[in-house]
């Protein structure tokens, strides 16, 4: 039987050193989970897994957990006498995150190690920059380089028109179109794959991320379904999924998503041009909002920059800034914002309890 070429599946001589530590036991990549079990690939195919008892106890959050891109150190590498066993998960080297569903701030790991994210967008009514934003910071954060890939362009009435509302926000990120219509509309996207690199779509439901996928892979594995009239995407793919390409490079499909909630965002890369216009406020703690000789503001006045972005910027960042902390902590974080310009909330309650000791007197 003709061995598996672990590089083709992305292993590169970092995940061989670290594997080295764990004696005993084998490499594999996992590429695909349904509940507690995973499929895991090794130089001998394919096996079926699950974590071990040791492993399930250690676990603090969500996120320690296998995920689909993970290099994970298994005791076997032939599928036999059961289930494999997994023992660790290498160190990541990127991961895409967002917070996990529900009232918990559990993150949710959608791909790891990945070089490049393809955040996928439909060229129709369900264009959105704000959303787009989100995705770009959440996709800078993880570690790998974003590319925003606009699909289903030959639904476009004012191609470009799009183009240069999103080449504001876009800042230093290439920004592709494809057609699903045009049997070569997928092209475009081809330069950015390469033998042994990851790259991770993600997007709404009804995009075109399965489309793209089946034609760089060749064959109609993945099912796709039409965005609706009511531009209500269908969620086609339900989990996580990871394919090699026949001509080299691997893809990790994600389910679509209407909403992305931020567990941690780079801000910085995603609104660069604001970052850059701060750098320029006369006060190194500018809020942007009342001080004077303000840069942000006189770029707003000044056409420069939207006023939408900014109020985007400013809600991205607060959302960053409450993420992980519990409705408690929450409230006191915005007590002190309040009272930021006496100091902080503790210093006016000192304040205001002065105050009243002076009223006493008279």
Same mark, same amino acid.
């Given at each position: 039987?003709?061995?598996? /070429? ?29 509940? /507690? ?75 790891? =190690? ?53 080449? &504001? ?14 049997? =070569? ?23 075109? @991320?399965?489309?793209?996928? =089946? ?21 086609? &793919? ?8 026949? =001509? ?19 801000? &910085? ?23 004077? @000789? ?23 960042? @607060? ?16 007590? /002190? ?21 002076? /009223?006493?007197?008279?």
């Amino acid at each position: 039987m003709s061995k598996i /070429n672990m590089e083709n599946l992305g292993l590169s001589q970092r995940f061989v050193t670290e594997a080295t530590l764990y004696e005993g036991l084998y490499i594999g990549r996992i590429v695909s989970q349904y509940k /507690n079990l995973y499929k895991v690939v090794t130089e001998n195919g394919g096996i079926t897994a699950e974590v071990s008892g040791k492993f399930r106890f250690s676990v603090k959050t969500m996120s320690d957990y296998p995920t689909v891109g993970d290099f994970v150190m298994i005791d076997r590498n032939e599928d036999i006498d059961g289930n494999a066993i997994i023992h660790h998960v290498l160190t990541r080297k990127s991961a895409l995150i967002r917070r996990a569903a529900g009232t918990s701030h559990d993150e949710q790991i959608l791909a790891s =190690n990945i070089d490049t994210v393809f955040i996928c967008m439909s060229l129709n009514n369900d264009l959105n920059v704000r959303r787009l934003e989100r995705y770009l910071g959440v996709a800078w954060d993880s570690g790998a380089n974003p590319v925003i890939v606009l699909t289903k362009s030959d639904l476009c009435n004012n191609l470009s028109g799009k183009l240069a509302e999103i080449n &504001t926000i876009a800042c230093g990120v290439d920004v592709i179109t494809t057609s699903s219509r045009n049997q =070569n509309g997928y092209l475009p996207v081809k330069k950015y794959i390469d033998h042994g690199k990851t790259i991770a779509f993600v997007g709404s439901s009804g995009v075109g @991320k399965s489309t793209l996928i =089946n034609r760089l892979i060749g064959e109609n594995i993945l099912e796709t379904k039409e965005i609706r009239d009511d531009d209500k995407g269908r969620h086609t &793919t339900t989990r996580r999924e990871l394919f090699v390409l026949p =001509n080299g490079g691997i893809v990790i499909d994600t389910p679509g998503m209407r909403e992305l909630g931020i567990e941690s965002a780079d801000l &910085t890369k995603t609104f660069v041009d604001i970052e850059e216009l701060s750098a320029k406020c006369k006060f190194n703690d500018c809020t942007h909002t009342h001080e004077p @000789k303000c840069a942000v503001q006189e770029a707003i006045n000044n056409g420069l920059l939207s006023k939408e972005r900014f109020e985007s910027y400013l809600k991205l960042k @607060k959302e960053v800034k409450y993420e992980g902390l519990n409705s408690k902590q929450i409230e006191k974080e915005k007590l /002190n914002e309040i009272f930021k310009e006496f100091g902080g909330m503790k210093s006016a309650r000192k304040m205001l309890k002065e105050k009243k000791k002076s /009223n006493r007197k008279f």
